[in-house]
Structures are given as C-alpha cells and as structure tokens.
C-alpha cells in the first residue's frame, strides 16, 4: 500500500520532492495543458467560427452587391444574433482545464503510470529494508520512465457535436470566396449603412475581367492589370465589370456589346453589369480611376467544309467518302444529309411513276477523337446497298458546326450513291425488281410479273432446283400481298428476302465457287498453252484471283457453320495437312504472274497446277484450340482453368473477411453475381473436369440468387460451408488432373508434379480452414495453393517443349513445313511460334498485312475507350497522350 503524503513527513520535503519529480515532465505536461485548451476552444467555439466563415465569404463575393439594402441589413442582423448565440454558448461551455487534469492525461499515456507513481510514498514495510529497497527500485524505475514522457497530440475532432459537417461547408464556403472572390468587395457594405461616408476617404473601386469562350482555349483579362489602350478579344468574349463605393460614383459607357446604346443613368451607374462582345468599339469606366480601352473584336469565321475524294466502294457495297473541314477554333460536329436527285433519275420501267416519300439519309460526319481540330481530313464510312437509292443519283451536303453554334455547308452536288454491284444477271434483275418495289408500292403487280417472267423457263436461267423454289415462293408471297396492298411490314418482309436471294444468286455457295474457280484456272492454263496475248493473259489472272477470294470466303463460311453447328468438331489439321493464310495464296499467284510475265510457261503452268490440287484439297479451319487437342495443351487449359477458380475462391474468402469487419459494404447485387461468376466456371476444358466442379458450380448459383452471408441452401449450410464445399471439389479436380499429368519421367514434369502436389496440400488446408470459418488462415492457404499451381503450369510448359525439340530432331519425323509441327502453329493472337512452341525475340510476331490490320484495330479500340467518360480521369489521360503520339 502506497499513500501520497504521509502524516509524519514534513509538508515542505514532500512539496520539494514532488517539484523535483515534475521537472522531468514540465514541458510534456506544458504542451499537453496546452493540447487541452485547443481542443476545448475548438469544441466550444466552432459554432462561431462557422458563421463569420459564411458571412465573410457572402461578402468577398459580393453577393451584398446583387440584392437591396434591406436585404442586407436583415442579413446582418441575423448574423449579429447568430454570432452573439454561438459566443454565448461558447463561453459557456469552455473550461479552462486544471494542471491536475493535463497532469492525469500525460501519466495515462505511458505504461505503468509512472508520474502517480513517482509521487506515492511507501505505506507499510517502511522499517524492512527489503521492502525499503525494493520500493527504492520501483521508485528510480518511475522515475526514469518520466524522460520519456511526450506530450499529448489533442483532439480536435468535433463530429459528434457536428453530425452534418456544417463547419467544413462554411470552410468551403470561405475557401471558395479565396479563389473566386475579392477583400475590396467586402469594403462594399460599409456604404450601406449610416456610416457610409468613410468610403469617402478612400474613393471608389472598380474589377473588370474579360472572359473568352471556353472553346477558344484563351485566358481570361484582368482589365485592372490592363494598362494598353487596345484590347483583343475574341467574339463573344463576357465582360463583368464591378463597381464599389457610393452609387453615382463610377459608370459604364461601352460600344461593345451591340446594345441600342440608349442606358438610363440607373443602367450606367449599375454596380454589377456584364454583356458581351458582339462588335469592336470602346469600353470605358468613367469616374475616379476609371480608365478606357479600344475593344478590337476577333470574328469568329464559320466552319468550311468540303469533299475531299471520290466514293470509294468495296465489293460489298462499303461506301468511303473522304472529306476535309477546317475552322478558326475546332469543329465540334458535322453531318452528311443525302437526298434524291430526282430530276438526274432515269425515269424509265419500273421508276415510271412517282418515288414515295421517304426521309433524308442523314449520317454523323466522325471527328477526330484527339488533336487539332481546326483543319482534319477524314472519311465517311457507310453501306447504302439495301437502301432504295442504291446507285441512282441522289444529292449530298456536308455541314459542319462549331462551338459556337455556327454552320458552314459544303455546296450541294449530284453523285450516284454507290452500292454493291450484281453481276450475275438473274441478281441484277432481281435486285432491279426489289428498287421498284421499294420506290412505290404500286409497283408491285409489275415487280410479279417481272419476276414471273424471268423464271419462265428456270432450267435455262437457275443453276440450281433450290434457287426456283426460292423465287416462286417470293413471288407468290408478292401476288398475295399486292391484292390487298401492301402494308409497310409486308413489303419490308418482301425487300429483305429479294436482298437475300439476290445475293445467293451472285454469291452462289461452295459449289458455285469452286466451279468458278475451276473455270478460271482452266481457262488460264489454256491461254498459257496457246500462248495468247499478255492482256488477255492479265485478264484470265485477275478472274482467278476473284475466284480465289470467293472461293475462299465461301470456304471460311462454310466452315464457320460448321463449327457452329458442330462445336465439338475437330478444327485442327492433321499430321500430314499443310496450313496456309490467304498471303500464301497471294503469293503463288504472284508467283505464278511473274513467270508468265517472264515467259516461263512451263514453270508458270506448273505452279498453277499445284496450286490447283492444293485449292481441291483445302479447308478452312476456325484456329487452334477449338476440338481435339494434345494432352500438354488439355494438361495446361485444365490447370489455367483450375487457377482461375482457385482465385475466385481466394477473392470470395478475402471479401467475406472483409464482410466480418466492415458489415453492410458490399451491394447484396455485387454479391449475387460474384456468386455466380465463382459458381459457374467458363467453359470446361475436359468432360471430367465438368463433373469434378459440379458441386462448386451449384453452391455458387445458389450464393447467386440473392442469399446473404450466412446462409446457405436452404438456410442450413452456413456461407464458410459453401466456399468450403468449392474448395474441397476443386481440390479432387486437381487430383485428377494431377494423375492423369503428361510428361512423367523428365526432370520438369518431376518439378511440376511436386509443384501440383504442393497445391493440393495447400488447399485441403484452406478447406479445413474455412470449415473452421478461420478466413485469414484460409486465404494463407489459397495463396499458397495460388503460387504452386503457377509453379506446376510452368514446369509442365518447359516439360512439353522439351519433348517438342526432342521429337523434332529424331530421324524419321516430318519436318516443320509439313504437319503441324510447332514451328507450324499459331497462338490466339494469330501469331506464328517458333521452333519450340514459344515466340523468341528474333521472330516476327505479325506478317504481312497483319500488322496494319493489327495496328488499326489497336487505335479504334483506344479511341473507343477514350470516348467513355465513365473511366477515370488517369486512365483517359492516358489513352489521349496515346492517340497524341500515334
């Protein structure tokens, strides 16, 4: 037991003893006294703070210039009750804070409380010298710890006295008048009142800025800074003049703004007043220190525009229209509006009668996304195949807007609206049937009879039975419609399919391409033989290479349907099946021309009779990866497959934990279909994998469909179950894919093995641990799961290239140019690998014309993501110094 002053001990020697404890602790004990004070000011006086905040920001701002003078002084006298209340009641709570208060906060802050503990004195045992010393220890000990007293930080928090954050609007409010505002406004008051006459001293005031529109990219005029006698400005600049001191003193004469300038003395001697610049003159502030400027007024010109080419049009109807605008300060929109020519239209057959009415085409003309937009050149892009002005002349202007809302129109021209051409005639004619029908409705009678007409004999006009049933079901369905009339949905029913048989009849399928590919090829090698001319010879190469395109889009449509129809279908070519691009195509057959070009016959003949047997032989696959693969592959899209879940689950736990500390943070949305991403893995690499995750897949659909943390299916399976069930299945997942392991017996395939091993461990410990609901330890555990995996995947890797490089150098095997060897191989990305499966430093990652294709697409994406305001402001700065350099 220890006591503070004992009754035998001199009051003097106890009061000297305590002063020499508290020396080691004056200045601390100083500074946390002083602590103390701040925080009682600041929680007694905040209130008052506020509301000079408030009140000396309205006045910086001028807002007592914009209203009358009773306003003003209403205002004020609310702000004198406001400001005498808030120092009343701060009075009233401020206590001054004792020594012995700031004494008992500093001891509370170091461990043992050594200041109440160096002041005690011994109470019993004082005789035992045993006690005695060990007291003399505890006491040196306290004593000692005083030097390291601090003193303590103050809290200045007030929230709970201020729920609603009213002092930081009022600091808001003061630091918005710093920036915007000005001290001279304040002295604007005084000259409201009685006293008003002390501005009398000082003279009146006056600001003036100049404001240019935000799109001319100027700065503002400061007109107090202005010393110059003339002033540039561009059109529609603001101007906002200021005046302070007693109404009468100061007034505005101005010849800028376009006004009729007939003011009254009240609209003269305004103190605020702001116009705009619609012409040059003068502007002046009359009265003490005012001051005059010459106003030279910079036109803002109208945007120009103007075509800059030709249409240009691909083979299926694709129209490029290059056009090129420029304006003073940017274009900021245009528009492509086309409308008929009818008077240029030849009015014969089925454009006879008069053209419905229809609306103008009207397309948005694309800007540039990034740069300069005061001159550009860019390209309309569109397809009018289908519309009914489809090559027929029709009339086009450009406009073009700028910021400032002015137009400038190209003039209008006549062109033909190009479109896709037909050139088998049954497609034209049918093509020709659908412009009248969709020209005037009463056309329709005529359009059956045409149509009648030309299949009269089909066995002479149709290459195929399929293609007559096809044009007389259109036809019967056309006399059916016409005898009631034709209704907007009927005929739109009608045009759609007349598009689309015409373009089977120009197209034709597989076996019309191929023909036609036969009959080029033949009636090449025949001139080759007869040695025709080397026009002719030019003509009959570019027929085979029209042939060849055709063929070969038929081919990859045909193999798309396939694959469409047929996902599991095999797509990989065999063992003994060469791969070829379309560039190897052109290739040869530039090879081929320049043989003949040459006057090497034979060898020209030659080459095309192999390319012949390759293009009989050839198919079209979809890529690597879709269908059969090797197991190294399957191996490796099992363990990504695994990984990518491994992490789901990993993220889950870590926002359950999250959940436990921060209740209510996550939408019950955002858990819904995190649940269901988790719970429904992608596609499943292998039919064993599939059934490995059924478990996992049903208790992420059931977290999906709205349940809360904590509940499982129905009710009873607690949410750390669940991920637990996930975890425990994909754990046997990877069991399984562990056993079934390629590349056993290589020092990789070792390492992976032990990797994967590692792996599963790891996570039969998480799923211990999450039914245990211990999500710190579980996330541990799936971390460690995480990295062994990667471990394994990149063991297995090297494991594969190695077998790779040792099948390749064994006698007896195919080479790369034949089969699919991996140098043979292309990854995702349509990039060629290398002699081992990886893409080495020295090899090209896109040939060809891919790279521009490649690069295109690059920069459309990156505009696309530019033009998303949503993203952040760090990530479109970034896209935009991206669009800046390329």
Same mark, same amino acid.
């Given at each position: 037991?220890?006591?503070?002053?004992?009754?035998?001990?001199?009051?003097?020697?106890?009061?000297?003893?305590?002063?020499?404890?508290?020396?080691?602790?004056?200045?601390?004990?100083?500074?946390?006294?002083?602590?103390?004070?701040?925080?009682?000011?600041?929680?007694?006086?905040?209130?008052? *703070?506020?509301?000079?905040?408030?009140?000396?920001?309205?006045?910086?701002?001028?807002?007592?210039?914009?209203?009358?003078?009773?306003?003003?002084?209403?205002?004020?006298?609310?702000?004198?009750?406001?400001?005498?209340?808030?120092?009343?009641?701060?009075?009233?709570?401020?206590? *001054?804070?004792?020594?012995? /208060?700031?004494?008992?906060?500093?001891?509370?802050?170091?461990?043992?409380?050594?200041?109440?503990?160096?002041?005690?004195?011994?109470?019993?045992?004082?005789?035992?010298?045993?006690?005695?010393?060990?007291?003399?220890?505890?006491?040196?000990?306290?004593?000692?710890?005083?030097?390291?007293?601090?003193?303590?930080?103050?809290?200045?928090?007030?929230?709970?006295?201020?729920?609603?954050?009213?002092?930081?609007?009022?600091?808001?409010?003061?630091?918005?008048?710093?920036?915007?505002?000005?001290?001279?406004?304040?002295?604007?008051?005084?000259?409201?009142?009685?006293?008003?006459?002390?501005?009398?001293?000082?003279?009146?005031?006056?600001?003036?800025?100049?404001?240019?529109?935000?799109?001319?990219?100027?700065?503002?005029?400061?007109?107090?800074?202005?010393?110059?006698?003339?002033?540039?400005?561009?059109?529609?600049?603001?101007?906002?003049?200021?005046?302070?001191?007693?109404?009468?003193?100061?007034?505005?004469?101005?010849?800028?703004?376009?006004?009729?300038?007939?003011?009254?003395?009240? @609209?003269?001697?305004?103190?605020?007043?702001?116009?705009?610049?619609?012409?040059?003159?003068?502007?002046?502030?009359?009265?003490?220190?005012?001051?005059? *400027?010459?106003?030279?007024?910079?036109?803002?010109?109208?945007?120009?525009? @103007?075509?800059?080419?030709?249409?240009?049009?691909?083979?299926?109807?694709?129209?490029?229209?290059?056009?090129?605008?420029?304006?003073?300060?940017?274009?900021?929109?245009?528009?492509?509006?086309?409308?008929?020519?009818?008077?240029?239209?030849?009015?014969?057959?089925?454009?006879?009668?008069?053209?419905?009415?229809?609306?103008?085409?009207?397309?948005?003309?694309?800007?540039?996304?990034?740069?300069?937009?005061?001159?550009?050149?860019?390209?309309?892009?569109?397809?009018?195949?289908?519309?009914?002005?489809?090559?027929?002349?029709?009339?086009?202007?450009?406009?073009?807007?700028?910021?400032?809302?002015?137009?400038?129109?190209?003039?209008?021209?006549?062109?033909?609206?190009?479109?896709?051409?037909?050139?088998?005639?049954?497609?034209?004619?049918?093509?020709?049937?659908?412009?009248?029908?969709? *020209?005037?409705? !009463?056309?329709?009678?005529?359009?059956?009879?045409?149509?009648?007409?030309?299949?009269?004999?089909?066995?002479?006009?149709?290459?195929?039975?399929?293609?007559?049933?096809?044009?007389?079901?259109?036809?019967?369905?056309?006399?059916?419609?016409?005898?009631?009339?034709?209704?907007?949905?009927?005929?739109?029913?009608?045009?759609?399919?007349?598009?689309?048989?015409?373009?089977?009849?120009?197209?034709?399928?597989?076996?019309?391409?191929?023909?036609?590919?036969?009959?080029?090829?033949?009636?090449?090698?025949?001139?080759?033989?007869?040695?025709?001319? %080397?026009?002719?010879?030019?003509?009959?190469?570019?027929?085979?290479?029209?042939?060849?395109?055709?063929?070969?889009?038929?081919?990859?449509?045909?193999?798309?349907?396939?694959? @469409?129809?047929?996902?599991?279908?095999?797509?990989?070519?065999?063992?003994?099946?060469?791969?070829?691009?379309?560039?190897?195509?052109? @290739?040869?057959?530039?090879?081929?021309?320049?043989?003949?070009?040459?006057?090497?016959?034979?060898?020209?003949?030659?080459?095309?009779?192999?390319?012949?047997?390759?293009?009989?032989?050839?198919?079209?696959?979809?890529?690597?990866?879709?269908?059969?693969?090797?197991?190294?592959?399957?191996?490796?899209?099992?363990?990504? %497959?695994?990984?990518?879940?491994?992490?789901?689950?990993?993220?889950?736990?870590?926002?359950?934990?999250?959940?436990?500390?921060?209740?209510?943070?996550?939408?019950?949305?955002?858990? /819904?279909?995190?649940?269901?991403?988790? /719970?429904?893995?992608?596609?499943?690499?292998?039919?064993?994998?599939?059934?490995?995750?059924?478990?996992?897949?049903?208790?992420?659909?059931?977290?999906?469909?709205?349940?809360?943390?904590?509940?499982?299916?129905?009710?009873?399976?607690?949410?750390?179950?669940?991920?637990?069930?996930?975890?425990?299945?994909?754990?046997?997942?990877?069991?399984?894919?562990?056993?079934?392991?390629?590349?056993?017996?290589?020092?990789?395939?070792?390492?992976?093995?032990?990797?994967?091993?590692?792996? !599963?461990? $790891?996570?039969?410990?998480?799923?211990?641990?999450?039914? !245990?609901?211990?999500?710190? %330890?579980?996330?541990?555990?799936?971390?460690?799961?995480?990295?062994?995996?990667? %471990?394994?995947?990149?063991?297995?890797?090297?494991?594969?290239?190695?077998?790779?490089?040792?099948?390749?150098?064994?006698?007896?095997?195919?080479?790369? $140019?034949?089969?699919?060897?991996?140098?043979?191989?292309?990854?995702?990305?349509?990039?060629?690998?290398?002699?081992?499966?990886?893409?080495?430093?020295?090899?090209?990652?896109?040939?060809?014309?891919?790279?521009?294709?490649?690069?295109?697409?690059?920069?459309?994406?990156?505009?696309?993501?530019?033009?998303?305001?949503?993203?952040?402001?760090?990530?479109?700065?970034?896209?935009?110094?991206?669009?800046?350099?390329?």
């Amino acid at each position: 037991m220890a006591e503070t002053d004992r009754p035998d001990t001199p009051r003097a020697e106890t009061s000297r003893s305590a002063a020499d404890i508290l020396s080691a602790v004056a200045r601390p004990l100083a500074l946390t006294r002083l602590g103390m004070v701040a925080e009682r000011i600041v929680r007694a006086f905040w209130p008052l *703070w506020s509301v000079l905040f408030v009140t000396l920001a309205a006045l910086m701002l001028g807002l007592q210039d914009l209203v009358t003078v009773e306003v003003v002084w209403a205002a004020g006298l609310v702000v004198l009750v406001a400001a005498g209340w808030t120092l009343w009641r701060g009075i009233r709570r401020f206590v *001054w804070p004792t020594r012995a /208060g700031a004494l008992a906060r500093l001891d509370a802050t170091m461990v043992g409380y050594p200041i109440r503990g160096a002041l005690d004195r011994q109470a019993i045992g004082d005789a035992d010298s045993a006690s005695a010393a060990l007291w003399s220890a505890y006491q040196a000990r306290m004593r000692a710890r005083l030097k390291e007293a601090r003193g303590v930080r103050p809290d200045l928090r007030v929230a709970a006295a201020d729920p609603f954050a009213l002092r930081y609007v009022a600091l808001l409010a003061l630091c918005t008048a710093l920036l915007f505002g000005s001290v001279l406004r304040v002295e604007s008051v005084t000259g409201m009142g009685p006293g008003g006459g002390s501005e009398l001293a000082s003279g009146p005031s006056w600001e003036g800025w100049i404001e240019p529109p935000a799109y001319t990219r100027k700065p503002a005029l400061y007109l107090n800074d202005i010393s110059a006698a003339e002033v540039e400005v561009p059109e529609g600049a603001q101007v906002t003049l200021r005046m302070y001191g007693a109404p009468g003193n100061l007034s505005v004469s101005e010849t800028v703004s376009g006004r009729p300038f007939a003011q009254s003395v009240e @609209e003269a001697e305004a103190t605020a007043q702001e116009f705009a610049v619609a012409k040059s003159g003068q502007l002046a502030v009359d009265g003490p220190g005012g001051r005059a *400027w010459d106003v030279v007024m910079l036109a803002d010109s109208a945007p120009q525009v @103007e075509r800059a080419g030709a249409f240009e049009t691909t083979w299926d109807g694709e129209a490029t229209l290059p056009f090129r605008a420029t304006d003073d300060h940017g274009v900021a929109s245009g528009t492509a509006r086309i409308t008929l020519a009818l008077s240029e239209v030849d009015r014969r057959h089925g454009l006879e009668r008069s053209p419905e009415d229809r609306p103008a085409i009207e397309i948005a003309l694309p800007m540039p996304i990034a740069g300069d937009r005061a001159a550009f050149e860019e390209a309309m892009v569109d397809n009018f195949s289908q519309h009914p002005w489809a090559n027929l002349p029709v009339e086009i202007a450009l406009s073009v807007t700028d910021d400032a809302g002015q137009t400038g129109t190209s003039e209008p021209e006549v062109l033909t609206l190009p479109g896709r051409r037909f050139f088998d005639p049954m497609a034209a004619s049918v093509i020709e049937a659908r412009r009248d029908l969709l *020209w005037n409705r !009463e056309n329709a009678d005529d359009v059956a009879m045409v149509l009648r007409a030309v299949s009269h004999r089909p066995d002479d006009v149709f290459r195929k039975a399929k293609h007559f049933l096809r044009m007389r079901t259109i036809r019967t369905n056309l006399e059916a419609y016409a005898e009631d009339g034709l209704s907007d949905e009927e005929r739109g029913e009608l045009s759609t399919a007349l598009w689309d048989f015409a373009v089977l009849l120009e197209d034709g399928d597989l076996d019309d391409a191929r023909e036609r590919l036969a009959r080029a090829q033949e009636r090449l090698n025949e001139a080759m033989r007869n040695g025709a001319s %080397e026009q002719e010879i030019a003509e009959l190469m570019q027929e085979l290479r029209q042939a060849t395109d055709d063929y070969m889009r038929q081919l990859a449509q045909q193999a798309q349907r396939e694959s @469409e129809e047929n996902p599991d279908m095999a797509q990989n070519p065999g063992e003994n099946m060469m791969q070829m691009s379309q560039n190897d195509l052109q @290739e040869m057959m530039d090879r081929i021309q320049e043989l003949m070009e040459q006057g090497r016959m034979a060898e020209a003949q030659q080459a095309l009779e192999e390319l012949q047997q390759m293009m009989e032989n050839m198919r079209v696959t979809q890529g690597q990866g879709q269908g059969q693969q090797s197991p190294g592959d399957q191996a490796m899209d099992d363990l990504a %497959e695994t990984l990518r879940e491994q992490q789901d689950l990993s993220d889950q736990a870590f926002r359950d934990f999250q959940e436990q500390f921060n209740p209510g943070q996550q939408r019950q949305g955002e858990q /819904g279909e995190q649940g269901q991403q988790q /719970g429904q893995p992608g596609q499943q690499p292998g039919q064993g994998q599939q059934q490995g995750r059924g478990q996992g897949q049903q208790q992420g659909q059931g977290q999906g469909q709205g349940q809360q943390p904590g509940q499982g299916q129905g009710g009873e399976q607690s949410l750390g179950d669940s991920l637990a069930d996930r975890q425990g299945a994909l754990r046997e997942e990877l069991n399984r894919q562990r056993q079934n392991l390629p590349g056993g017996g290589s020092e990789a395939g070792d390492r992976a093995a032990e990797a994967l091993d590692r792996a !599963e461990g $790891a996570m039969d410990g998480a799923e211990r641990a999450l039914r !245990e609901d211990d999500l710190a %330890e579980a996330i541990d555990r799936q971390s460690e799961a995480m990295e062994a995996l990667r %471990e394994g995947m990149r063991n297995l890797g090297e494991s594969m290239a190695e077998q790779q490089d040792q099948q390749q150098g064994q006698p007896g095997e195919q080479g790369t $140019a034949q089969g699919q060897e991996p140098g043979q191989q292309q990854d995702p990305l349509g990039r060629d690998t290398g002699s081992n499966g990886q893409v080495g430093t020295n090899e090209t990652m896109l040939q060809g014309e891919d790279v521009y294709r490649r690069a295109r697409e690059l920069l459309d994406e990156i505009r696309r993501r530019s033009g998303e305001g949503e993203r952040p402001d760090e990530e479109l700065e970034y896209l935009e110094r991206l669009l800046d350099r390329f």
